[in-house]
C-alpha cells in the first residue's frame, strides 16, 4: 500500500509523490549501515557481537583495497619465450582469436576486502582480542 507525499503550495496541498513505508524497515535481525563520502554500506543478519569490529573496519576498507591491490599487481612477463611455449602461445592465439583472450577474470578486490573484513571479525570476537 503506497502512502503519498504532500507539500502545502499557499493553502493547499499537493500531491508530489508516494512511498511504500514497509519498504523502508530492515527484514528481521540485526542490521549495520556504515556511510561514509561516496559510499553506503548495508551488511545484514551481523552478530551483535562483531558489529563493532566491522564497523571500525569499514572506515578503513579504501586503504585495505589499495594495500591489497598493491600487493597483488601483476604485470606482464618479460622474459623472452622459449621456442617451445613460443608455439604454444600461437598455437592458443590461433584458436582464441586474438590476445584479448589471455585477459583472466577473477573477484574484485571489493569481494576480498568484504570476505577479509568478515574473517576478522570473527577471528576477534574468537580469540578475545580488542575490537
Known amino acids: ?31 549495520l549501515v556504515v556511510c561514509t563520502p561516496g559510499r553506503e554500506i548495508t551488511r545484514y543478519n551481523v552478530k551483535p557481537d562483531h558489529a563493532a569490529v566491522m ?15 598493491a600487493a597483488t599487481y601483476s604485470q606482464p612477463d618479460r622474459r623472452q ?4 611455449e613460443n608455439a604454444g602461445m600461437n598455437a592458443y592465439l590461433t584458436i582464441a582469436g586474438n590476445p584479448q583472450c589471455l585477459q583472466f577474470e577473477g573477484v574484485s578486490m571489493c569481494d576480498v576486502v568484504d570476505a577479509a573484513i568478515i574473517l576478522i571479525a570473527a577471528h576477534a570476537m574468537n580469540t578475545g582480542a580488542p575490537a
Open 81 to 84: 619465450l622459449s621456442e617451445k
Open 1 to 31: 500500500m503506497k502512502t503519498a507525499i504532500y507539500k502545502k503550495v499557499g493553502r493547499r496541498y499537493v500531491e508530489i509523490g508516494a512511498y511504500e513505508p514497509e519498504a523502508a524497515f530492515h527484514r528481521h535481525g540485526s542490521h
Open 55 to 69: 564497523a571500525a573496519l569499514e572506515y578503513v576498507r579504501d586503504a585495505v583495497e589499495a594495500a591489497m591491490d
